[in-house]
């Protein structure tokens, strides 16, 4: 353990641990922007930027690890002025239209934004006009929001595995981007859409929820919370909207990863994670992000359906299962247990697989039980 | 080389880098070899590395048997025949082309060199670059051997540290010291690398280093891999140089084959490799955590320090960086001993340095003085002067990331410490002068866009600040400059340098901040008044012709784009204001300067 002093407050913390990481656990608040707790620190966007007793400069706290007996100011004067620049500065090339987007609410610049009191920003000059980039159903890009904090890219090689971005040309003009600028669907991308989650702005976002028809509603919603300083579900409670967020287990796969759905008028709108929270950590794949769709699907099927000549018929549960139990029944006496073989899904409960497994080896007597863990 | 050893009456060296070569050595050489095949002269060819008299290439030196020799400067392929028939063949020296005698050094332009201390470029313009034996019958490769025989690597590093020498790229850090740290990490497997990315505008000390003398930098290397104990050598050169890559090839390969490089060097048990990585001419991968980001194969951006390179470098190994320049003084170091280094300098800056000379100067080119030479010596006792017997304004040091001193300044000494006090950084060494011709609101811009152009874009400040300070350094350029201005500048310029991530954006505002702590008027000029003194800017200056000296010759009519010039004959002309664009074509054509800008 090391001992540090962060404003004053001796704080304790384990060897190794960065200046933003002992902050945080002491319930001090340091401004960051490409900082996110999936990543790798970076140390760019500079808004962590500490001041470190006889250092020669300014520390990024994302980046520098702690050393014991570190005294260390995260908030004065020339700190708290070279922050509102870099937001000024950020501000300055970003089209603050936060009433049209749907970010707004969640928007970490205009969190910081409103934090410095910057509506407008007083650097005034080129600012970026690139086109928007919706080539596919599933990711939008709208660079003309991107703040350059390299998430997108780095969520994609670290924690996907991918790297599917990178940063292209220099200076102002320096943007994310794919290689050669292909289409989404022409790189390895796996419309993970863990960039999305990752984004601090609205320059990368999820078009399944934009054609919902329903994003009006939502961006209205997120808008009056930003403004009215209100969580979601109170706010769709003071509008009369009946809405609300659950946490659940994804039921795709076996990882047990955490989901956020979020609900409009009994409609899903939107899927996210909580972030560091169960074995996902807040991370999705396209399943978990993206697959709702058959919640709510008018081809769901209902009741069991029994083939009659050829022909799907509707038939009763009892029926149903009187049938599947004299079929196994037949099939184990005129063949052999062994000529059976049972398939479950990762999608049912662990309990509902124990006894798929129990139900093969006890009653019809077989080991031939698989299940669709690799989804 | 004073014995040509062929036998040969005489010895003809072409000076042949990438300055000789822009300037028409290519026409030169096959000249040469075509007279002397023709007129069977008692001559032996060679080339050699840039001399570094930029001023007047292409350069040659004749050597003769005794050891004397003639250097000619602006010579052509017309010239050849002549050269060789008067000098080769009848023995007699052509005055008016003579650059330099070695029986009185600082006749004609000779003081160039006579005012200089070479030992960095001690072998540069002298030896073939693409023969290792040349450079070993000069005692090349006698200090490593005598260092990996009988010196342990801490003797080395004490005699480094005992010479004094400070890292030659631009931060100046002790090279003793860093390697001690280097040497000091924990660690089985550690790197060396060559930072030749040089990149500031108007430096070309390491190119002209590896392309004159590529073997002291492999010698330094050599003796740094075994001081610090790495095996593996890199050399970081960008590919815009291709010659000294070329050269630097050639060089790595005769050292494998006299076993200098490889496995067991020296007949020691210990291996080094060396290997040339290219750089994508990106001015941020001369930045030591991006340029070794760009060897690992990924996009050359910084990445905060600490961590160092000294503990995690190279693939997460302890690395040592060096500049090319240091790496060709070390030899000389080991050779002749750091005490002796340590007696050329000043208290804190010792050694050499090599600087470029370049902009407005009458003598361009490579200039190596002691430290402790004042900008005045450096400027006018060697660079002679001012070009076109002009009035000397400024001197910008250090490239885009140093800063402008004005005439008052001039006494400086050349230090680490007294430029630094004075506003500017010796960095790696580009001097670009400036006359009264040159705003200095224009070269602060000129500076700035250079660094916005190759900021890597990863942080804010470096990314979006410079960019607008860019933009308003652009506004009062044209005229358009409100009077907050400044302090916007300044104020702007401060959290930049206090919040970027490297040295790029740190030091980017600082041309900016010293033009304005010394050349404030003319920023005001330039917002208050519309006006620029020094008639540059073209949005506020206006072209006329002084009719008392105007000749008429209408060389100033041929080269206007906008046939804003008319006059008849040997009469004075006039420019028509409405029509004349201001890009002073015509003024660099006036040979009576009668074109006024104002």
């Known amino acids: ?375 | 080389m004073s014995d040509n050893g062929n036998g040969h009456r005489y010895k003809v060296v072409l000076g042949y880098g990438t300055c000789g070569i822009a300037a028409g050595a290519t026409a030169v050489k096959d000249a040469l070899e075509e007279e002397v095949k023709k007129g069977s002269y008692d001559v032996d060819l060679d080339i050699a590395g840039c001399m570094g008299l930029c001023f007047i290439e292409p350069v040659v030196e004749i050597f003769d048997r005794q050891g004397g020799s003639v250097v000619y400067g602006d010579i052509t392929a017309k010239k050849v025949p002549q050269l060789l028939e008067e000098h080769v063949g009848k023995g007699q020296v052509i005055e008016d082309w003579v650059v330099k005698k070695s029986e009185d050094p600082e006749a004609c332009e000779g003081d160039f060199l006579a005012n200089q201390l070479r030992v960095v470029l001690r072998n540069c313009g002298k030896i073939n670059p693409e023969s290792i034996e040349e450079y070993i019958q000069i005692g090349g490769y006698e200090a490593a051997k005598k260092a990996l025989t009988s010196m342990t690597p801490e003797e080395v590093i004490d005699e480094v540290s005992t010479s004094g020498i400070r890292g030659r790229g631009g931060a100046g850090f002790p090279t003793g010291t860093k390697w001690g740290f280097a040497r000091k990490s924990p660690g089985e497997e550690k790197y060396l690398i060559c930072n030749a990315d040089e990149g500031d505008p108007g430096a070309f000390m390491d190119r002209s280093v590896l392309e004159g003398d590529p073997h002291s930098v492999l010698e330094g290397m050599i003796l740094a891999g075994f001081a610090i104990g790495a095996r593996q050598g890199y050399i970081y050169c960008r590919a815009e140089y291709p010659l000294a890559l070329k050269r630097l090839d050639i060089a790595i390969e005769e050292c494998h084959q006299k076993g200098f490089l490889g496995e067991g060097i020296f007949g020691t048990d210990w291996s080094f490799e060396v290997k040339v990585k290219k750089g994508a001419g990106a001015f941020v991968c001369g930045e030591e955590t991006a340029m070794m980001a760009s060897i690992e194969g990924q996009r050359g951006m910084p990445n905060p320090r600490p961590p160092f390179p000294a503990t995690h470098g190279l693939w997460g190994k302890p690395t040592n960086i060096n500049n090319v320049e240091t790496f060709a003084a070390i030899p000389w170091i080991i050779a002749e001993g750091g005490e002796k280094y340590a007696e050329i300098g000043t208290e804190k800056s010792k050694g050499t340095k090599v600087f470029c000379l370049a902009g407005k100067v009458r003598r361009t080119g490579l200039a190596e003085v002691p430290m402790g030479y004042t900008l005045r010596q450096v400027i006018f006792d060697v660079g002679g002067g001012i070009a076109e017997g002009r009035e000397f304004k400024a001197v910008q040091m250090g490239g885009p990331s140093g800063g402008c001193l004005p005439a008052e300044k001039l006494d400086t000494q050349v230090d680490y410490d007294q430029i630094t006090a004075a506003g500017a950084i010796i960095g790696s060494g580009g001097m670009i002068v400036a006359d009264n011709r040159t705003c200095m609101v224009d070269l602060a811009r000129y500076f700035l866009s250079f660094t916005q152009d190759e900021s890597c874009g990863k942080c804010t400040p470096c990314r979006i600040g410079t960019k607008r300070m860019l933009e308003i350094l652009e506004r009062i350029c044209e005229g358009k400059g409100e009077p907050e201005d400044i302090e916007k500048l300044q104020v702007l310029a401060g959290d930049i340098k206090d919040a970027s991530l490297c040295a790029l954006g740190g030091t980017a505002p600082n041309p900016v901040l010293t033009t304005l702590r010394y050349f404030k008027d003319e920023y005001e000029d330039h917002i208050f008044n519309h006006k620029c003194a020094a008639g540059s800017c073209p949005a506020l200056i206006t072209l006329r012709i002084d009719p008392e000296t105007c000749t008429g010759c209408a060389a100033c009519v041929k080269v206007c784009p906008t046939d804003a010039i008319t006059g008849e004959k040997k009469e004075p002309h006039v420019i028509d204001a409405e029509a004349c664009i201001r890009c002073k074509m015509c003024l660099s054509r006036c040979p009576s300067e009668s074109i006024i800008a104002e």
């Open chain 1, 1 to 375: 353990m090391i001992k540090v002093e962060i404003d004053g407050k001796a704080c304790e913390a384990p060897q190794g641990s960065t200046i933003l990481d002992i902050a945080k656990a002491n319930g001090i608040d340091i401004p960051t922007l490409c900082y996110d707790p999936r990543l790798s620190p970076y140390g760019a966007c500079r808004l962590c930027l500490v001041e470190v007793e006889g250092a020669r400069a300014l520390l990024p706290a994302c980046y520098a690890k702690a050393d014991d007996g570190m005294v260390i100011q995260t908030t004065n004067e020339k700190l708290e002025r070279i922050r509102k620049t870099l937001v000024e500065l950020l501000v300055s090339d970003h089209p603050m239209e936060c009433q049209g987007c749907s970010k707004s609410g969640r928007c970490e610049l205009q969190r910081l934004a409103d934090k410095y009191g910057v509506t407008e920003s007083t650097f005034t000059g080129e600012v970026h006009e690139y086109d928007l980039h919706r080539e596919n159903p599933f990711v939008m890009r709208d660079y003309n929001k991107c703040i350059m904090c390299g998430r997108c890219i780095r969520i994609c090689r670290e924690v996907q595995g991918i790297g599917v971005y990178d940063f292209i040309n220099r200076g102002f003009k320096a943007v994310p981007g794919t290689p050669y600028d292909k289409p989404m669907q022409e790189t390895p991308c796996e419309f993970c859409g863990q960039c999305i989650s990752t984004c601090p702005t609205g320059a990368i976002k999820a078009r399944p929820y934009e054609d919902r028809g329903r994003v009006a509603a939502l961006d209205m919603l997120r808008n009056a919370c930003a403004y009215f300083k209100m969580p979601e579900e109170d706010m769709m409670k003071a509008l009369g909207l009946e809405g609300w967020v659950t946490r659940t287990t994804c039921a795709y796969c076996g990882c047990g990863c955490q989901l956020d759905i979020h609900v409009i008028d009994n409609k899903i709108v939107e899927i996210t994670s909580p972030l560091m929270v169960g074995s996902g950590q807040g991370n999705l794949c396209v399943k978990g992000r993206f697959g709702y769709d058959f919640v709510s699907s008018s081809e769901r099927l209902t009741k069991p359906l029994i083939r009659k000549k050829g022909k799907f018929e509707e038939a009763e549960w009892d029926e149903a299962l009187d049938l599947v139990a004299k079929k196994l029944s037949e099939t184990k006496k005129k063949s052999c247990p062994d000529s059976i073989g049972v398939f479950s899904s990762a999608r049912a409960t662990n309990e509902d697989n124990y006894l798929v497994q129990k139900f093969a080896r006890a009653v019809i007597g077989t080991n031939n039980v698989d299940h669709c863990a690799r989804l």
